[in-house]
Each structure stands twice: as structure tokens, then as C-alpha cells.
């Protein structure tokens, strides 16, 4: 298994990044979606005290649906590389694809 930066610079894509750096998008994501919910719930706040709390409610609510379309999004793809993994195991185990090369020192 080559390291990340070697994975990064492997024009044959026989290595994935993907898998690697699932985790860091994820949480970039619900950084992003916290940032968006507290900018707008403070211009909410800016423009009068009836519209911060209605700010706080839509915020809320469209953070919830952004934390769970990120989450099942990350979860699609994870899924799609689970899969790729057994279906090339089934393929070795049939003889449709050659053994994996061993790891280099």
C-alpha cells in the first residue's frame, strides 16, 4: 500500500484517495455548514430581533438537512469503494484478475 503522497501522484489509480481523505471532507463540511449557521443567524440578529429568531430556527433547520446530505453523500461513496473491493476480490478469487502485487519496503 503506497503512502498518501505517492497515492496523490499514481497516474495508474491502482491506489485511491478518496478512502484517505473521506474523514478531512467530511469535517470540512460540517465546519462549513457551522459557519453558515452561525453568519446567519447573526445577520438575522442584524437586521431586527424578530428576524435573529427566525434566522435561528431556518438556520437550524437547513444546517440539520445539510449535516445529513453531507453525511449520506460521504456514506454513497464509501459504499461505492466497498463494493469496487469485493467485486475485485470475487475477480481474483475466480482467476478473472491477477493476485496484488505485495507491498514494496
Known amino acids: 500500500m503506497a503512502g498518501f503522497p505517492q497515492k496523490l501522484f499514481d497516474f495508474s489509480f491502482k491506489e485511491f484517495v478518496t478512502p484517505t481523505v473521506i474523514k478531512i471532507l467530511y469535517a470540512l463540511a460540517l465546519v462549513g455548514i457551522g459557519i453558515y449557521c452561525l453568519v446567519s ?11 435573529g ?3 435561528i430556527v ?5 444546517s440539520l438537512i445539510g449535516i445529513i446530505v453531507a453525511r449520506v453523500y460521504m ?3 464509501m459504499v ?15 482467476g478473472a484478475l491477477p493476485p496484488p502485487a505485495p507491498p514494496q519496503p
Open 80 to 94: 461505492l469503494f466497498r463494493i469496487m473491493g469485493l467485486l475485485e476480490g470475487m475477480a481474483q478469487a475466480k
Open 53 to 55: 429568531l427566525l434566522a
Open 75 to 77: 456514506e454513497v461513496i
Open 41 to 51: 443567524i447573526i445577520t438575522g440578529f442584524t437586521a431586527g430581533f424578530g428576524y
Open 58 to 62: 431556518i438556520a437550524v433547520i437547513v
